[in-house]
């Protein structure tokens, strides 16, 4: 058994997975361990986690919901380090609405307003605070933090942030939220220690592109901009999430497919994107090796494309112009091809990009005349999770 003294203990709980992390800290923080349980609520899920060690393995725990899973985990964690070692907990959170911008230690008050929330975010906090209980009942007392994905976009300029509805809605927080910010802020700064502090003070669109994609403008380390708006639905096409849409759908679809809001919901959320244009895949790996035998294909992987493609235009506008070009995300950091297509035509940006470092997905992947860097960063929300626990309660 390896054991590790005072650990944090780190939870992205999504609607079909949860990731782990465990975390001590010394002179600088220092990851343990990391894994996940993927599949939630199919037929097979899958649980997988690699050590300090780099000692890795992969199994199978069957058909399980979220507390089944959430009890796998801790029963393996308690029989790999020993629950003991836990001394907090930190939660990746969606939102924690105009009432909680930063981290917070989870409390009743913190609870009641996530679940007042959930109806502004049904496909993540339900599931987040699932967990949060769920980790309750199991380390009674333990200090927990929620930390927000919204919070590097809470000072978003307001001709930004308010969306084109009647005011009155603004006091109720139907704002632009934004999201993926605890990837933002290790973006930022993975930039700042790679490219210098001018660079990451400039002129900056991060594409994180996964399941969730957004693309976000920022201008001496600010959020100016960003496309995930209310919910996370919204912006570039996703995996299985439509990105924008003509709000002139939910009546076409309510009149002519007797379509209720939460059917609509599920289509936009579990039923678009590629998904929804392939017909086969919304897994992007799958998508590019069948494009050249099945259309449908092409079209999901061109249509993706060229989407961010344009979001990164309307995010340049937004900040005057382009000085650096970051991806990451599993697609962002893992598809050169898809990286390739949309840097296509973007050289009015002053984008000069170089094919062979792309191919060996090199940290910086423009060329040395470039104007625009282009970079691939692999982000690390748990990173940033850890270390605002540790700030919050000092296990």
Request: proline share 4%.
């Given at each position: 058994?390896?054991?590790?003294?005072?650990?944090?203990?780190?939870i992205n709980?999504?609607?079909?997975?949860?990731?782990?992390?465990?975390?001590g800290?010394?002179?600088a923080l220092?990851?343990n361990?990391?894994?996940?349980?993927?599949?939630?609520?199919?037929r097979?899920?899958?649980?997988?986690?690699?050590?300090?060690?780099?000692?890795?393995?992969?199994?199978?725990?069957g058909?399980?919901?979220?507390r089944?899973?959430a009890?796998?985990?801790?029963?393996?964690?308690d029989?790999e380090?020993?629950?003991a070692s836990i001394?907090a907990?930190?939660h990746?959170?969606?939102?924690?609405?105009t009432?909680?911008?930063v981290p917070?230690?989870?409390?009743?008050?913190?609870?009641?307003?996530?679940?007042?929330?959930?109806?502004s975010?049904?496909?993540?906090?339900?599931?987040?605070?699932?967990?949060?209980?769920?980790?309750?009942?199991?380390?009674p007392g333990?200090?927990?933090?929620a930390?927000?994905?919204?919070?590097?976009?809470?000072?978003?300029p307001?001709?930004?942030k308010?969306?084109?509805?009647?005011?009155?809605y603004?006091?109720q927080g139907?704002v632009?939220?934004?999201?993926?910010?605890?990837?933002?802020?290790?973006?930022?700064e993975?930039?700042?220690?790679?490219a210098?502090?001018?660079?990451?003070?400039e002129?900056?669109?991060l594409?994180?592109?996964g399941?969730?994609?957004?693309?976000t403008?920022?201008?001496?380390?600010?959020?100016?901009?960003?496309s995930?708006?209310?919910?996370p639905?919204?912006g570039?096409?996703?995996?299985?999430?439509?990105?924008?849409?003509?709000p002139?759908l939910?009546?076409?679809?309510?009149e002519?497919?007797?379509?209720?809001?939460?059917?609509?919901?599920?289509?936009?959320?579990h039923?678009?994107g590629?998904?929804?244009?392939s017909?086969?895949s919304?897994?992007?790996?799958?998508l590019?090796a069948r494009e050249?035998?099945?259309?449908?294909?092409?079209?999901?992987?061109?249509?993706f494309?060229?989407?961010v493609?344009?979001?990164i235009?309307a995010?340049?506008?937004?900040?005057?112009?382009?000085?650096?070009l970051?991806?990451?995300?599993?697609?962002?950091e893992?598809s050169p091809?898809?990286?390739a297509r949309?840097?296509e035509?973007?050289?009015?940006?002053?984008?000069?990009?170089?094919?062979?470092?792309n191919?060996?997905?090199?940290?910086?992947?423009?060329t040395?005349?470039?104007?625009?860097?282009?970079?691939?960063?692999?982000?690390?929300?748990?990173?940033?999770i850890?270390r605002a626990?540790?700030?919050?309660v000092?296990p």
């Amino acid at each position: 058994m390896e054991k590790h003294p005072a650990q944090v203990l780190t939870i992205n709980g999504g609607s079909s997975s949860i990731k782990f992390a465990l975390y001590g800290q010394g002179d600088a923080l220092k990851r343990n361990m990391r894994g996940m349980i993927d599949r939630i609520g199919l037929r097979e899920a899958a649980f997988s986690y690699t050590n300090s060690a780099h000692r890795h393995q992969t199994q199978s725990v069957g058909a399980v919901d979220h507390r089944a899973a959430a009890k796998f985990l801790f029963d393996w964690l308690d029989m790999e380090i020993g629950l003991a070692s836990i001394r907090a907990i930190g939660h990746r959170v969606v939102t924690g609405g105009t009432r909680y911008l930063v981290p917070a230690r989870v409390d009743a008050d913190l609870l009641a307003e996530l679940r007042r929330l959930s109806a502004s975010a049904p496909e993540h906090l339900p599931a987040e605070i699932a967990m949060i209980e769920l980790c309750s009942e199991r380390l009674p007392g333990l200090p927990q933090v929620a930390c927000f994905d919204t919070t590097f976009h809470n000072n978003m300029p307001r001709v930004a942030k308010i969306l084109p509805l009647p005011r009155r809605y603004q006091a109720q927080g139907v704002v632009r939220r934004g999201f993926h910010g605890l990837s933002c802020t290790y973006l930022m700064e993975e930039l700042a220690r790679a490219a210098g502090a001018k660079a990451a003070h400039e002129r900056v669109i991060l594409c994180h592109l996964g399941n969730g994609a957004s693309v976000t403008a920022v201008r001496a380390g600010k959020s100016i901009d960003t496309s995930m708006a209310f919910t996370p639905a919204a912006g570039v096409p996703m995996s299985t999430r439509s990105g924008d849409l003509d709000p002139g759908l939910v009546r076409y679809f309510a009149e002519t497919e007797h379509m209720t809001a939460a059917q609509f919901d599920r289509m936009v959320n579990h039923e678009s994107g590629l998904l929804g244009i392939s017909e086969t895949s919304s897994d992007m790996q799958d998508l590019l090796a069948r494009e050249a035998d099945d259309s449908r294909a092409a079209e999901a992987v061109a249509h993706f494309c060229y989407h961010v493609k344009k979001w990164i235009g309307a995010m340049a506008a937004a900040l005057g112009g382009l000085d650096t070009l970051v991806f990451a995300g599993g697609i962002g950091e893992n598809s050169p091809a898809v990286r390739a297509r949309i840097c296509e035509d973007l050289g009015f940006l002053g984008v000069r990009f170089d094919a062979i470092r792309n191919s060996k997905s090199r940290a910086l992947i423009s060329t040395d005349k470039s104007r625009v860097q282009v970079r691939v960063i692999r982000t690390d929300e748990d990173a940033i999770i850890a270390r605002a626990v540790f700030r919050s309660v000092r296990p």
